[in-house]
C-alpha cells in the first residue's frame, strides 16, 4: 500500500499568512492526488484534485504543486475560515490512502 | 445540486451486519464511479472502497475485504454498503462520496451515517 506523509500535523497561523502543508508518498504517484479541507463536525471538501487543479468554486489562495512523490499545498493570505484539517490523498494506486491530516488553526 | 444522503447506521454488537445506503440525486448517478470512505472517532479519513459507475470494476480496502461488499442500483440511485462480521474498531462516520468526472478524486460527499459498533 502507499503511505502518505503529511506535515507537520498541526500549526498555527495568523490571518494573511501563507502556509504550506507536504505530503510525501513512499512511492512515486504522478500526479494523482487530491486535497480536500474538513471543518469540525462537516464532510469533506475538495479543494485540489490532479495535484494542481483547483476545484471549481474554491477561492484562488489555494493552490497545489509537485509530482513525482512530494506535493505541496499552499493556502496563500490565510483567511478565518480556512481553520479546518487538511488531508492528502493519493488516487494511483488501489487501496487509496490518505494522509495523516494536518491541522491549521487561525 | 448534487445531494448524497446516506441512511442505514446504528448501534450494532460484534459480529453483527448493517447495510448501508446512499440515495443520489441532482446528476446523472450511473454515469459516475463512488466511494464509500469512513471516519473513526476523532481520527482521519480512512478510503473504503470503490464501484465503478456500471458496478463491473470493485475495490476494498484489506481491512474490510470479506466482510464487505459494495453495490449500486443505477435503477434507482442509490449507492450501498454490505457490512458482515462487524468489529468494533469499524465504528465510524460513513460518508458516501461521488468522483470527479473523469477521475476518482472525490468531488461530492454525503453528511455522512454513523455506524457504532459495541456490545
Known amino acids: 500500500d502507499i503511505h502518505l506523509t503529511q506535515s507537520p500535523s498541526f500549526l498555527s497561523a495568523s490571518v494573511g499568512d501563507r502556509v504550506t502543508i507536504t505530503c510525501r508518498a513512499s512511492?512515486?504517484?504522478?500526479?494523482?492526488l487530491a486535497w480536500y479541507q474538513q471543518r469540525p463536525g462537516k464532510a469533506p471538501k475538495l479543494l485540489i484534485y490532479a495535484a494542481f487543479t483547483l476545484q471549481s468554486g474554491v477561492p484562488s489562495r489555494f493552490s497545489g504543486s509537485g509530482s513525482g512523490a512530494e506535493f505541496t499545498l499552499t493556502i496563500n493570505s490565510l483567511q478565518p475560515e480556512d481553520s479546518a484539517t487538511y488531508y492528502c490523498?493519493?488516487?494511483?494506486?488501489?487501496?487509496?490512502?490518505f494522509g495523516g491530516g494536518t491541522k491549521v488553526e487561525i | 445540486q448534487v445531494q448524497l444522503v446516506e441512511s442505514g447506521g446504528g448501534v450494532v454488537q460484534p459480529g453483527g451486519s448493517l447495510r448501508l445506503s446512499c440515495a443520489a440525486s441532482?446528476?446523472?448517478?450511473?454515469?459516475?464511479?463512488m466511494h464509500w470512505v469512513r471516519q473513526a472517532p476523532d481520527k482521519g479519513l480512512e478510503w473504503v472502497a470503490y464501484?465503478?459507475?456500471?458496478?463491473?470494476?470493485?475495490h476494498y480496502v484489506d481491512s474490510v475485504k470479506g466482510r464487505c461488499t459494495i453495490s449500486r442500483d443505477n435503477s434507482k440511485n442509490t449507492l450501498y454498503l454490505q457490512m458482515n462480521s462487524l468489529r468494533v474498531d469499524d465504528t465510524a462516520i460513513y460518508y458516501c462520496a461521488k468522483v470527479v468526472p473523469g477521475g476518482h478524486d472525490i468531488e461530492w460527499w454525503g453528511q455522512g451515517t454513523l455506524v457504532t459498533v459495541s456490545s
Open positions: 464501484i465503478h459507475n456500471d458496478g463491473s470494476d470493485k
Open positions: 490523498q493519493q488516487l494511483s494506486i488501489y487501496p487509496l490512502t
Open positions: 512511492q512515486g504517484i504522478n500526479n494523482f
Open positions: 441532482g446528476f446523472a448517478f450511473s454515469n459516475y464511479g
